[in-house]
Structures are given as structure tokens and as C-alpha cells.
């Protein structure tokens, strides 16, 4: 395959001089289904990124940002805008295997589709292999990915949120132990044709996000954005590598971490777990508002974990960016992250101005003047529309953080002491409550749940459960997965996490929230950590250990004795009817439901009938 064009553009490696055999023959058998114009095998360099980026200016896919350096606009088709869950699969030979929250698909079928799909779909444009590692390079902890795309925003954007280039290729060596992950936007070029800025396949019925778990392979068609395109974010650092990790022994999860210092410099580590919409970014770069306390930033999303041989559950953030979504991040609601957006950006549907300057809703700015929205009209504050879609995203270095945390890349990754759950729920889960044991935790996490926002599909207000935030996710059976859960535990019994719920939502008979979050979610962090430490109490209520009267620290804030009582308050009517509604959940996993996650419902609900 003739790669002339490219050695003008920017230096390339031939692939043919790859000492990796299998890597040659997939790249070889690749480009004869695809039919590329052109192949590149990135290097991972800040030249290629400039080279790339450059090109994406003069093609009109990107416009500079004026006042961020080295950063970049752009807008997707309105088509492309978020994950397409209801055309993403996992193609198991057992459809079992896949489980009831999965779109199942035969992977024979599968296969035969994508590849009618996948013929001849980069004509006239660029192959680009991209090798990258989730974790740091040479990290035991680490897994490597071989992404192909016909993208050159998905270059730029891998270059971000993994750590990208030939050293990945070094470290791989011979082996062919890689996640295989085949991209497309699904638009080839005829002679002549001439590109548009976003290409993609608009009709939403053609996209294919597609996982092959015991083959870990990843094919996706159609989409350029987010998730569906940058296939070491949820395709690979959620879907496969929790089956991956089902099978050697490991957890992939859908967490935040955060490192959590004292007064007297004693550090811990927290992994948590959260819906969407229920504040996750803004806990991972939380400003502590008590004194002496510190928070760092070890990721944002995804968390990594393995015990060591000491019985320690260590964690990586397998990510190197973060993948922000834009509307509502302010320097109010979290101003690690708008400093961690000063520059090396890519911004996609955001607003953006004839000065060059970005904004969203929620930005804590006034909008610039002569403003077009994600859609490329000129925005009209008074027409009711948004500038910046709702899942408009940034894309930025995590090194870049003000709060990333010392250790955010040691091979070894960090020692995890307290791992949280939590929802949005206006009634019934108090602030925080601390798991009886492994198993409650487990069960804890299986029962996850949020009230849908407007901004869902669904009922306002309706329960969607959400097992460890895993529920878009989890690459294979849930039931399983969190069998899986149960017996790490068992393995591991000697030095386990505590496992803690909080629920920064609940809210007082006129509508509003009670307790103020943001900052002041640090006066939950310190009650865990010294539960931890084994410094606080807790009082046992028929759901878990909560805070005692005067055990949670309020100092300076507006809130009265009776407020944190109804903050903490077990009303045992409304668990029973929330333990019912936890059994028909289950049902949907049949056998493959732990009988420990049935016994510790029974136990619930004896406890609450006392």
C-alpha cells in the first residue's frame, strides 16, 4: 500500500519493517478490506499532532481557539453527537454470556455484516495505526491497544486520553497479547469528491459499536465521536477489559480515583462509582472546603484495579486525558477542571465565537458576542437554543491538572483503602452510609440507582438502576460480574476496602437539596477516611453504619441539627418497598444472580422488619 504521500506530510514507519509478524499480516489483511488511499503508522510525537492538527484547520474540521494555545474547535454532524448504545453489541457465541443489559449479537453474523461494511470504506482516505497503552507504558498493570482509523481527529484525540506511540510498539515487541480495535467513520472519498468537515454515516442505523470479547476485538463504523470513536475509552477500558479482567482475576471499572490527605499528612486512596449526571468529575478534582485537608486527582472515569501479593487493591487510571463533558463545568462547580482546559485542547459542540473563544452553558462567563452554536448558527441568546450541545466534550491532558496527585502514573498504581458508590436519589439514601461487610458492599453496588434528570429519557423522577455505574458497560453477563465481585472478595479477604454509599441529592420537603456538595463533600471524604483510619464511628441502621449526631463535620456551614438528621434518616417503610424493588430487578439475571446477593436482601429486610 503506497504511503508516499504521508512521508511529505510527516515521517512515518513503514509497516512492513514492524518486527511484529501478526501486527504486519492484520495491518496487510486490514488495508485489503478497507482500501486506503494511504497508510500511517503513528509515532505518538507532538510534531505529528501539529502536523495533523494543521491539516484538520486548512480541511475546516478545526479552528483554532484564540485564547487557549495549541487548542482546537470543532463540531460533529448533528447526527454524531453522543455513544449510540442502542447500536452497540457485544458478540458472544453464547447469547448467556452477553446477559440481559447487553444488545447481544451472533458474532458469526456480526462479523459477516461488518466486513460488507468495512469493504472499501476508506477509499481515498488514510489508514492510521495507532498504538497505544491504557496505564502507563511497561506498567504490569497495563494493557496495549492497536487502534485503526481513517480519522484524523480520532489521531489527535487517542494522543490525548492514552499514552500513544512508538515506545507502545517497543514495549508490545513480538507478543500479539493486543485489543484489536477496528474504527471507521464509514465515509470513503471518490476521486474528486471533496471531504466535509465531520465526515460520518448519518443514518444512526448503520453505526456499529461492536465487541468480540473472547477475541478481544473492537469493531466500530460509522461514528467519529466520543466513545464510539476513541476505542480505548468505553470499548476497550470498560467492555473488554472487564471481561478481560473477569478472566485473569481483575476488576475494570467505571471509577473515579482520588488521593485524600489529612491534616497530619497521612494519605489514602478512594475509587468511586457514579451514574451519570451525579458528580463524578467534580468529586475527582474536589477543593476540599475543611482546613488542612487535601484532595488530588488520580482519574477522573475509569479505574484499573489488581490485588498485589500483600492483599492490597492496587488501581491505575488506564487514561492519560480527560474526556470532560463541557456544559455546567464552571470555576464554581470545579475549577481544577476549567484550569486543566487552559490550553492543549480539543473542544467539540461547544459555542464558539468570531473572536475564537469557546463557551457552554454553565461556564460562569457571560457568552461572547457574534457567537455561533454546535450546529454552526449563529447563536440568539433569546431564541431558547443552546450553544453547546449537551454532551459537548473537551479533550485535555490529565498532566495538566492543577490537583493530579504525585503517584497518577506509578506502575505500581495506588493502594486503594475505601472504594464509594452513590446516586441521585431526592429520598430514602442517606448522605452516607458505610457497608456491613464485602458482600452488603457488593450488594450495595448492585443496587446503584439514580431519578432520571430532564435531560434523560424517561419519566422525570423515575428510579434507573444502574449496578456499579457498570450498567452501559459491563462486557459480559452482569449477574456474573458481580458474582465475579464476590469471589475477589473471597480470594482476598484479608485486607479489603471498605465499601461506603453516599447520596449528595436527597432533598427537604420544598423540593431543595439539603446538603450544599461541591467542596463540602470533603466533610464526607474525611468521615471516610477515618473510618478507615478507624478514628470515627458509625451507628449501625438496618441499611449500614451511618455518621453519629456530631460525628460529621459542619463547622461553618448553614445547616441545623435537625437538617442532618433528616440527612442521615432510615425511614424503614420506604426500604422495605426499596427492597422490593431491588428483588424484581434481580429477576432479570435468572441463575446467574450470586445466592450471596439474595442473602443479603433477605438480611435487609430482616434487619429493617426488628
Given at each position: 500500500?503506497?504511503?508516499?504521500?504521508?512521508?511529505?506530510?510527516?515521517?512515518?514507519?513503514?509497516?512492513?519493517?514492524?518486527?511484529?509478524?501478526?501486527?504486519?499480516?492484520?495491518?496487510?489483511?486490514?488495508?485489503?478490506?478497507?482500501?486506503?488511499?494511504?497508510?500511517?503508522?503513528?509515532?505518538?510525537?507532538?510534531?505529528?499532532?501539529?502536523?495533523?492538527?494543521?491539516?484538520?484547520?486548512?480541511?475546516?474540521?478545526?479552528?483554532?481557539?484564540?485564547?487557549?494555545?495549541?487548542?482546537?474547535?470543532?463540531?460533529?454532524?448533528?447526527?454524531?453527537?453522543?455513544?449510540?448504545?442502542?447500536?452497540?453489541?457485544?458478540?458472544?457465541?453464547?447469547?448467556?454470556?452477553?446477559?440481559?443489559?447487553?444488545?447481544?449479537?451472533?458474532?458469526?453474523?456480526?462479523?459477516?455484516?461488518?466486513?460488507?461494511?468495512?469493504?472499501?470504506?476508506?477509499?481515498?482516505?488514510?489508514?492510521?495505526?495507532?498504538?497505544?497503552?491504557?496505564?502507563?507504558?511497561?506498567?504490569?498493570?497495563?494493557?496495549?491497544?492497536?487502534?485503526?482509523?481513517?480519522?484524523?481527529?480520532?489521531?489527535?484525540?487517542?494522543?490525548?486520553?492514552?499514552?500513544?506511540?512508538?515506545?507502545?510498539?517497543?514495549?508490545?515487541?513480538?507478543?500479539?497479547?493486543?485489543?484489536?480495535?477496528?474504527?471507521?467513520?464509514?465515509?470513503?472519498?471518490?476521486?474528486?469528491?471533496?471531504?466535509?468537515?465531520?465526515?460520518?454515516?448519518?443514518?444512526?442505523?448503520?453505526?456499529?459499536?461492536?465487541?468480540?470479547?473472547?477475541?478481544?476485538?473492537?469493531?466500530?463504523?460509522?461514528?467519529?465521536?466520543?466513545?464510539?470513536?476513541?476505542?480505548?475509552?468505553?470499548?476497550?477500558?470498560?467492555?473488554?477489559?472487564?471481561?478481560?479482567?473477569?478472566?485473569?482475576?481483575?476488576?475494570?471499572?467505571?471509577?473515579?480515583?482520588?488521593?485524600?490527605?489529612?491534616?497530619?499528612?497521612?494519605?489514602?486512596?478512594?475509587?468511586?462509582?457514579?451514574?451519570?449526571?451525579?458528580?463524578?468529575?467534580?468529586?475527582?478534582?474536589?477543593?476540599?472546603?475543611?482546613?488542612?485537608?487535601?484532595?488530588?486527582?488520580?482519574?477522573?472515569?475509569?479505574?484499573?484495579?489488581?490485588?498485589?501479593?500483600?492483599?492490597?487493591?492496587?488501581?491505575?487510571?488506564?487514561?492519560?486525558?480527560?474526556?470532560?463533558?463541557?456544559?455546567?463545568t464552571s470555576y464554581n462547580s470545579n475549577p481544577n477542571a476549567m484550569n486543566s482546559i487552559k490550553e492543549n485542547v480539543i473542544f467539540t459542540n461547544v459555542g464558539y465565537s468570531d473572536e475564537g473563544k469557546i463557551?457552554?452553558?454553565?461556564?460562569?462567563?457571560?457568552?461572547?458576542?457574534?457567537?455561533?452554536?454546535?450546529?454552526?448558527?449563529?447563536?440568539?441568546?433569546?431564541?431558547?437554543?443552546?450553544?453547546?450541545?449537551?454532551?459537548?466534550?473537551?479533550?485535555?491532558?490529565?498532566?495538566?491538572?492543577?490537583?493530579?496527585?504525585?503517584?497518577?502514573?506509578?506502575?505500581?498504581?495506588?493502594?486503594?483503602?475505601?472504594?464509594?458508590?452513590?446516586?441521585?436519589?431526592?429520598?430514602?439514601?442517606?448522605?452516607?452510609?458505610?457497608?456491613?461487610?464485602?458482600?452488603?458492599?457488593?450488594?450495595?453496588?448492585?443496587?446503584?440507582?439514580?431519578?432520571?434528570?430532564?435531560?434523560?429519557?424517561?419519566?422525570?423522577?423515575?428510579?434507573?438502576?444502574?449496578?456499579?455505574?457498570?450498567?452501559?458497560?459491563?462486557?459480559?453477563?452482569?449477574?456474573?460480574?458481580?458474582?465475579?465481585?464476590?469471589?475477589?472478595?473471597?480470594?482476598?479477604?484479608?485486607?479489603?476496602?471498605?465499601?461506603?454509599?453516599?447520596?449528595?441529592?436527597?432533598?427537604?420537603?420544598?423540593?431543595?437539596?439539603?446538603?450544599?456538595?461541591?467542596?463540602?463533600?470533603?466533610?464526607?471524604?474525611?468521615?471516610?477516611?477515618?473510618?478507615?483510619?478507624?478514628?470515627?464511628?458509625?451507628?449501625?441502621?438496618?441499611?449500614?453504619?451511618?455518621?453519629?449526631?456530631?460525628?460529621?463535620?459542619?463547622?461553618?456551614?448553614?445547616?441545623?441539627?435537625?437538617?442532618?438528621?433528616?440527612?442521615l434518616d432510615v425511614d424503614k417503610a420506604l426500604w422495605l418497598q426499596e427492597a422490593d424493588a431491588i428483588e424484581e430487578y434481580y429477576k432479570q439475571f435468572g441463575a446467574h444472580l450470586p445466592s450471596e446477593l439474595?442473602?443479603?436482601?433477605?438480611?435487609?429486610?430482616?434487619?429493617l422488619r426488628k
Amino acid at each position: 500500500m503506497p504511503n508516499s504521500t504521508l512521508k511529505e506530510r510527516h515521517s512515518t514507519i513503514d509497516h512492513n519493517s514492524l518486527q511484529n509478524t501478526h501486527l504486519r499480516e492484520i495491518i496487510d489483511s486490514f488495508a485489503k478490506l478497507t482500501k486506503p488511499k494511504n497508510i500511517h503508522i503513528c509515532d505518538g510525537s507532538q510534531k505529528e499532532y501539529n502536523q495533523l492538527a494543521q491539516e484538520m484547520v486548512a480541511s475546516g474540521t478545526f479552528r483554532p481557539v484564540s485564547d487557549r494555545p495549541n487548542s482546537y474547535y470543532c463540531q460533529s454532524d448533528p447526527s454524531d453527537v453522543a455513544r449510540a448504545e442502542d447500536r452497540t453489541f457485544i458478540c458472544t457465541t453464547n447469547q448467556d454470556d452477553a446477559g440481559p443489559t447487553n444488545n447481544w449479537a451472533d458474532p458469526n453474523k456480526m462479523m459477516a455484516e461488518l466486513k460488507g461494511k468495512f469493504d472499501g470504506c476508506m477509499t481515498g482516505r488514510t489508514l492510521y495505526i495507532i498504538p497505544f497503552s491504557m496505564g502507563p507504558v511497561g506498567s504490569p498493570l497495563s494493557e496495549i491497544g492497536i487502534q485503526f482509523s481513517d480519522s484524523p481527529y480520532v489521531v489527535c484525540s487517542m494522543k490525548i486520553m492514552t499514552r500513544m506511540g512508538t515506545d507502545v510498539l517497543d514495549v508490545l515487541g513480538t507478543s500479539n497479547n493486543f485489543v484489536k480495535c477496528y474504527h471507521s467513520v464509514g465515509a470513503p472519498l471518490a476521486d474528486g469528491e471533496k471531504d466535509v468537515p465531520w465526515p460520518c454515516e448519518p443514518n444512526v442505523d448503520n453505526k456499529y459499536i461492536t465487541h468480540f470479547p473472547e477475541t478481544n476485538e473492537i469493531w466500530s463504523y460509522g461514528s467519529g465521536y466520543g466513545g464510539n470513536a476513541l476505542l480505548g475509552k468505553k470499548c476497550f477500558a470498560l467492555r473488554i477489559a472487564s471481561a478481560i479482567a473477569k478472566r485473569d482475576g481483575w476488576l475494570a471499572e467505571h471509577m473515579l480515583i482520588l488521593g485524600i490527605t489529612n491534616p497530619q499528612g497521612v494519605k489514602k486512596y478512594i475509587a468511586a462509582a457514579f451514574p451519570s449526571a451525579c458528580g463524578k468529575t467534580n468529586l475527582a478534582m474536589l477543593t476540599p472546603t475543611i482546613p488542612g485537608w487535601k484532595v488530588e486527582t488520580v482519574g477522573d472515569d475509569i479505574a484499573w484495579m489488581r490485588f498485589n501479593d500483600k492483599g492490597e487493591l492496587r488501581a491505575i487510571n488506564p487514561e492519560a486525558g480527560f474526556f470532560g463533558v463541557a456544559p455546567g463545568t464552571s470555576y464554581n462547580s470545579n475549577p481544577n477542571a476549567m484550569n486543566s482546559i487552559k490550553e492543549n485542547v480539543i473542544f467539540t459542540n461547544v459555542g464558539y465565537s468570531d473572536e475564537g473563544k469557546i463557551w457552554w452553558e454553565g461556564m460562569g462567563e457571560e457568552a461572547p458576542k457574534n457567537m455561533i452554536d454546535w450546529q454552526n448558527n449563529t447563536y440568539d441568546p433569546n431564541s431558547g437554543k443552546v450553544a453547546a450541545h449537551a454532551n459537548s466534550r473537551f479533550a485535555t491532558p490529565a498532566s495538566q491538572c492543577p490537583s493530579i496527585d504525585e503517584n497518577w502514573e506509578s506502575p505500581d498504581g495506588v493502594h486503594i483503602s475505601a472504594i464509594l458508590f452513590g446516586g441521585r436519589r431526592g429520598d430514602i439514601v442517606p448522605l452516607v452510609h458505610e457497608a456491613l461487610s464485602w458482600n452488603h458492599g457488593v450488594f450495595m453496588g448492585s443496587a446503584v440507582s439514580s431519578e432520571k434528570t430532564a435531560a434523560a429519557l424517561g419519566k422525570l423522577g423515575e428510579v434507573r438502576r444502574d449496578p456499579f455505574a457498570m450498567l452501559p458497560f459491563c462486557g459480559y453477563n452482569m449477574g456474573d460480574y458481580f458474582k465475579h465481585w464476590i469471589e475477589l472478595g473471597k480470594k482476598h479477604n484479608t485486607n479489603l476496602p471498605k465499601v461506603f454509599y453516599v447520596n449528595w441529592f436527597r432533598r427537604d420537603e420544598n423540593g431543595k437539596f439539603m446538603w450544599p456538595g461541591f467542596g463540602d463533600n470533603s466533610r464526607v471524604l474525611e468521615w471516610v477516611f477515618n473510618r478507615v483510619d478507624g478514628s470515627a464511628k458509625g451507628e449501625a441502621t438496618p441499611i449500614g453504619l451511618v455518621p453519629p449526631k456530631g460525628e460529621l463535620n459542619t463547622a461553618g456551614l448553614d445547616i441545623s441539627d435537625e437538617q442532618m438528621e433528616k440527612l442521615l434518616d432510615v425511614d424503614k417503610a420506604l426500604w422495605l418497598q426499596e427492597a422490593d424493588a431491588i428483588e424484581e430487578y434481580y429477576k432479570q439475571f435468572g441463575a446467574h444472580l450470586p445466592s450471596e446477593l439474595n442473602q443479603e436482601l433477605q438480611l435487609l429486610r430482616d434487619r429493617l422488619r426488628k
